[in-house]
């Protein structure tokens, strides 16, 4: 993590006062990435040229792909990008002009040491070097040697080309912990973006904004981390007392007294709630301000503290500034596509939302995801297709062979009883009754096929919605309603179970004409299987994010149930070059 609050807060004071050294106030906005800019040139000097020593240890220094003086002084990955960049500049200095730093250079350091308000370390982006480098260029300092120039040239070069890559798709490659997000196709041809965009920019930071992801959802996490950023400053973190028993409304606290201090903070005990500060009674507003922070974290909110409460109550805000970081990174890798109207299902947090094309939510509701340790739903985006009304289920081989054959083995008539049939490569049925040995035999051996006859009896319900995908994932109808009521919802097999099927397939048919909701219900309650394709496809997105703030601005924190957030800190913990 960064250093201390006094420290940076001395850095960031001797900073601001040499950028006003060097800066002039910038004017006008930048075009979106991607296009032409309309530049104005910050000063009629040329970058500064090199001599023949200079240029030669520039090119040094790029072909080895690393500079000591960087905080992550192997810079390798980026060694393409930097060498384009620096020829098309016949390797002079673009950040240094009359052996000073540029106006755009003063303004890309500023931002560099502002990363963290990004969900990112300004210490990646080299923030407490950045002081001593512009120090060696001051005007009031002796004779800059070219020798420092060059560093700090290459030093920003780097840090920026990172900045603006880690803003725009992430730090790692989402492919490393097998998620099927492509970045690839929203990557910038780094050398030319820093050329035309940044260099000359008059409004450097209105360029870097707008690499950022466009969507709400991300916007509202940047300004919850914020707040949060201040929080984790302003409160001391202290735990909370341990109980021995479950704490009801009406019973006596210790901590009552602490437990009013972090909900206030948190926003959870409203700041006109009338509460003696030194009191142990739990109840009252206090009881509410606990079932509002339940709530928040998808837990029961019934104002009980358990053991789960006051462990949720016990994580320290600097650890949920973190989930903040993680869950900012995983927002930076996702599809263009999902700007046009797609239907999002967040993993952690057991839910499922469609946007309309203002990008504002036009139905929502719960769902149960795979259990974790074995059936985890995977994340990735891909298109849906077709609705089919009645479906038949077609069982898993490995479903098949761990909880099938087993039982029939057992019981002939296993399959008879409970509604499946067998089936060949073709779907024809070779039985709907009796198992004889020789079925059970090729049923073993995977040549012949398990699948669940339509009804409501059925696993899939009486709907599914497919989006086709190497995963073989898709949403669809339960039997088992009764998993929706509970908190944490973790019990399929990979696919996403719906609470609302027939609200879905009403949404998604809505450009197909004639499927209103009773139509909808009628082919559910109807005697054939039916397949409806979609006129217009929608993107799909499956994603794992931790933290979720709603339009309403509450931040609602939950559990990593498949650990994917625990890899993913591992992974930054090391550093760059991070996995591509």
Aim: charged letters at 20%; one cysteine or more.
């Amino acid at each position: 993590m960064s250093p201390s609050c006094n420290y940076k807060n001395k850095l960031a004071v001797a900073l601001v006062f040499m950028i006003a050294l060097f800066c002039a106030p910038g004017a006008g906005s930048a075009d979106r990435p991607g296009t032409p800019s309309a530049m104005t040139p910050s000063s009629a000097m040329l970058p500064q040229e090199l001599g023949a020593e200079g240029q030669s240890a520039l090119r040094t220094i790029i072909e080895a792909g690393k500079l000591p003086d960087l905080r992550w002084p192997d810079f390798s990955d980026y060694e393409q990008p930097m060498q384009k960049f620096y020829e098309s500049y016949g390797y002079s200095l673009p950040w240094v002009r009359g052996m000073n730093p540029t106006p755009q250079a003063q303004k890309v350091i500023a931002l560099l040491l502002q990363a963290d308000q990004k969900g990112l370390s300004s210490e990646d982006y080299d923030g407490p070097r950045w002081s001593v480098r512009l120090a060696r260029l001051k005007p009031t300092a002796a004779r800059p040697s070219e020798a420092d120039a060059l560093r700090f040239d290459a030093a920003l070069t780097v840090s920026l080309m990172r900045y603006i890559s880690d803003l725009h798709i992430g730090r790692v490659n989402p492919k490393h912990f097998a998620f099927d997000l492509d970045i690839v196709a929203k990557k910038y041809d780094l050398s030319e973006f820093v050329k035309e965009h940044v260099v000359e920019a008059p409004d450097v930071a209105g360029v870097l904004t707008q690499v950022e992801p466009p969507y709400p959802g991300y916007r509202r996490t940047i300004q919850a981390l914020h707040t949060y950023l201040d929080l984790a400053k302003k409160y001391d973190g202290s735990q909370l007392p341990p109980i021995q028993k479950t704490i009801a409304p009406g019973d006596s606290y210790a901590g009552v007294p602490q437990l009013i201090r972090l909900l206030g903070t948190v926003g959870d005990l409203p700041a006109d709630a009338n509460l003696p500060a030194d009191g142990t009674a739990y109840r009252g507003a206090l009881v509410n301000a606990v079932k509002h922070f339940q709530q928040r974290l998808g837990r029961t909110p019934d104002g009980r503290i358990t053991s789960q409460t006051l462990a949720d109550l016990n994580v320290p805000l600097p650890d949920r500034v973190r989930q903040m970081q993680l869950t900012l990174e995983r927002w930076r890798w996702l599809p263009v596509s999902y700007q046009k109207s797609p239907i999002v299902a967040n993993i952690p947090e057991f839910h499922l939302r469609a946007y309309d094309e203002n990008f504002e939510i036009a139905l929502q509701m719960n769902v149960v995801v795979g259990k974790a340790y074995g059936h985890d739903t995977p994340v990735f985006s891909d298109t849906m297709e077709y609705v089919v009304f009645r479906p038949y289920w077609s069982v898993p081989y490995s479903i098949a062979k761990a909880e099938f054959l087993p039982r029939l083995a057992r019981d002939p008539d296993y399959l008879a009883k409970k509604g499946f049939e067998v089936v060949d490569s073709r779907q024809d049925v070779v039985t709907a009754g009796t198992v004889t040995s020789e079925t059970l035999e090729q049923l073993q051996a995977g040549k012949l096929f398990i699948r669940q006859t339509p009804g409501p009896k059925n696993s899939l319900g009486l709907a599914k919605f497919i989006f086709p995908n190497s995963y073989n994932i898709y949403f669809h109808d339960t039997p088992e309603q009764e998993f929706f009521s509970k908190s944490r919802r973790d019990f399929s097999h990979g696919c996403i179970r719906l609470e609302k099927p027939a609200d879905l397939a009403v949404w998604v048919l809505r450009n197909n004409p004639g499927w209103t909701m009773e139509r909808v219900r009628g082919a559910m309650s109807g005697t054939a299987t039916q397949q409806v394709n979609l006129t217009n496809p929608i993107p799909v997105l499956i994603v794992y994010a931790t933290v979720i703030v709603t339009e309403d601005g509450l931040v609602h924190f939950y559990d990593d149930i498949y650990g994917h957030d625990a890899s993913l800190q591992q992974v930054l913990a090391k550093g760059y070059p991070y996995p591509n």
